[in-house]
């Protein structure tokens, strides 16, 4: 049914003794790996290869807890400034050698000292010089100053093998080595790179955490693509295992209706958002923004389009403790998409909106042409710009070269509110994709570094209803809809399940395979 790769019968064809098969699947993804350093990823893809070729101090299970990983157990200090992490005494990197407190140290001061990726989350509250091995097992974390969601952040603190990237370079922090070839303690390692068009990872059979039930995948090969008839070709000979969750609806359809696949559709966390550049005209007013809101057909996109379901916030109901349920649920009403746009300091004014999405993805090109006839309506001319992600992650680094509207998913990054908050909002993360409203705004930044702050549960829940509040009334976003993650699948393929974190429900070590032909 699906290409079972029996390497050793293909040598040995003639032998009567056949080598068990070798899983090998297709994994479709529409983004290019821009990394494999695991101290600089930043989006959907390079998460994906990081959770299979790196294990982190913890990872995160189905309901969004932190669970142990490389340590087996934590404790904090009674002042939440010193986190003291035991390690596994069975945990080794993919080389067979012991994962130790000085690999940890070693990981975590390489990801501060290169300050990219996920090192916005340490660099304000760790010192490098704070970071020690106690003894072979034990490691040592001392923050500058209170962080309450810290254990939350720890799955990101993924650990590389010390020994082994000081064999394969000489240069500081190892950068040429770590970029081309995988040097942790995951499941999985990099077998092969074609860059912008295939990534195959190959399983680590004596992977210290184990695999799960069944037969485990063996070999998973990332095919970069967004073209649907692409897809459904791999579909149809029998080599996809598992489609992107962006595909057309036409292709959804078209692979449920074969017989070896299914279609899951599973709630998330993640949000489809418009930024909207809030620091260039006309989005510098509130009321340009509030027109481009109202002008927007919710309930086509949600029912039509690309399914999901409302959202009347920056933050996703499945944060259910932070979740503030008093917010209405936005609405389409170009009567009051005029009336915004006659109080603007624009009205009158030809007003033309740039507007960017992903090329390539066939519903953020409809959801782009519905804005386009919609604010029409009211006066509004919208320019289309599609650019591929790469380019769009450039263009987010600074005001003047952010599109005015961009449609951009953003999930959780670690399973916590803040990810939602910091990532996107804060003054300090500015310059990136996430943050393309370039907010900036000190009552924002307030209300985030108090909840960063609290320890008490309740009280850092009311501030991140405040923040919810506050953000709706600036319109600095139109939110578009909660995720439900479609994904296409071979019905061999068992063991998926939604993680609350940015693809880490990607771990194949979790899936394993049910067919035997």
């Known amino acids: 049914m699906k290409r079972l790769l029996t390497t050793t019968a293909l040598a040995l064809a003639a032998s009567t003794t056949l080598a068990q098969a070798e899983v090998s699947i297709v994994v479709n993804a529409v983004q290019v790996f821009g990394t494999i350093d695991p101290a600089k990823i930043n989006d959907y893809t390079e998460y994906m290869a990081a959770v299979n070729m790196y294990d982190g101090l913890t990872t995160v299970d189905g309901s969004g807890a932190i669970v142990p990983q490389l340590a087996a157990s934590w404790t904090v200090s009674d002042d939440s400034l010193t986190y003291t992490f035991t390690l596994a005494d069975n945990a080794t990197f993919a080389d067979g050698s012991a994962v130790e407190a000085s690999d940890v140290v070693y990981s975590l001061q390489r990801l501060l000292a290169l300050n990219e990726g996920p090192s916005y989350l340490f660099t304000e509250v760790i010192d490098p010089a704070s970071v020690k091995a106690v003894d072979a097992k034990t490691v040592e974390i001392g923050l500058t100053k209170v962080f309450s969601p810290f254990v939350t952040t720890t799955p990101l603190i993924l650990v590389l093998n010390k020994d082994a990237v000081a064999t394969a370079s000489s240069a500081e922090w190892a950068e040429d080595a770590i970029g081309e070839a995988s040097f942790g303690a995951g499941p999985y390692s990099l077998s092969s790179w074609k860059r912008g068009s295939e990534m195959v990872i190959d399983r680590n059979d004596d992977y210290y955490g184990g695999f799960g039930e069944g037969t485990p995948i063996d070999q998973v090969r990332f095919v970069i693509t967004s073209d649907e008839a692409t897809v459904k070709s791999l579909a149809s000979s029998g080599q996809l295992g598992m489609s992107s969750d962006t595909q057309a609806n036409e292709t959804y359809e078209s692979l449920d209706a074969m017989d070896d696949y299914r279609v899951e559709t599973v709630p998330t966390a993640t949000n489809l958002y418009i930024k909207m550049n809030t620091k260039v005209a006309p989005l510098d007013d509130i009321h340009v923004r509030r027109a481009i809101q109202y002008a927007t057909d919710y309930d086509t996109i949600q029912s039509v389009i690309y399914p999901g379901t409302s959202l009347a916030g920056p933050l996703a109901d499945a944060f259910s403790d932070a979740y503030l349920d008093t917010l209405e649920a936005p609405v389409y009403d170009l009567a009051k998409a005029a009336e915004e746009l006659a109080q603007s300091k624009y009205a009158g004014q030809p007003i033309t909106i740039t507007h960017t999405y992903v090329a390539g993805l066939s519903f953020e090109e409809d959801i782009a042409l519905l804005m386009q006839a919609n604010l029409e309506q009211i006066g509004i001319t919208l320019d289309i710009r599609p650019e591929p992600w790469n380019r769009i992650t450039e263009l987010a680094a600074s005001p003047e070269t952010t599109p005015m509207t961009t ?41 985030i570094d108090e909840s960063r702050a609290t320890i008490d549960v309740a009280g850092q829940n009311d501030l991140y209803k405040q923040l919810q509040s506050k953000l709706v009334e600036g319109a600095s976003d139109v939110y578009l809809l909660t995720d439900e993650k479609r994904i296409a699948m071979s019905t061999c393929l068992e063991g998926y399940h939604y993680i609350p974190m940015m693809s880490w429900d990607y771990n194949f070590s979790n899936m394993h395979w049910t067919c035997t032909e």
């Open 407 to 447: 449609q951009i998913f953003n999930g959780p990054s670690y399973p916590s509110p803040d990810s939602v908050f910091y990532v996107q909002y804060h003054s300090k993360s500015a310059g990136t994709w996430a943050s393309m409203e370039w907010l900036q705004d000190p009552e924002i930044d307030k209300l």
